[in-house]
């Protein structure tokens, strides 16, 4: 039943009743991993669609000099890799925890034999992804008509929501990433990242210190310009 619970609360599987639930429940495995673990490398055969329940996992990709390129961070309720379970391809990145991290792991092929028993499942889970889309779209033309600033700070107040823990007045994040990761994220400069930091450090609505950034002033932050 903790495992029902559990997936009630991931998007993909919103629209499945009780019965269907309780079949995807059969299949799921809970996997704890250690902060700066590797989930997955990229090119190795997909074996398994993941779940964030709690955690925050970075995606990458590394070029032949070997340096990584983040191409993505995953908080809590994301699933991961997007190819899902109807693209049989290799993981098309590399996938680390950046913290103590939890997640739900459905191995592709005990989904796809369940799908086949029951057909229902698969068609809920294509509409629930084709809303997916729409929102994704919707939110890439928000993206790229939103000015860089706003950007970051609409990750910061994401990440406060989602992986920040209060304490007092003030909501710690531990995002133990480099200024230049966080820019490859939000798709600008280094330069640009640190500016806009220092100067939120400034008018003391955040603290940065080398894996962690604390919102002092939560307000302050949504409401900067």
Known sequence: MEKQSVLQQVPLFQ???EQELARIGEIVIHRTFTKKTVIFTEGSEKEAVFFIQNGLVKAYKTDETGHEQIVSLLQTGDMFPHTGFFKHAPYPATTETLVDTDLLAIPVRAFEQLILAMPTIACKVIDVLSSKIRDLQQKLQQF??????????SFLLDLADKQGETKGSRIYIDLPI???????VVGTSRETVSRLLNQLKKEQ??????SQIIILDKDALRGWK
Do not use: C, H, P
């Open 144 to 153: 790229t008509g939103t000015d860089v600033n706003r950007r970051i700070l």
């Open 178 to 184: 480099t200024n230049q990761e966080l820019a490859n």
């Open 205 to 210: 609505i955040i603290d940065k210190q080398r």
């Open 15 to 17: 629209d499945l009743n």
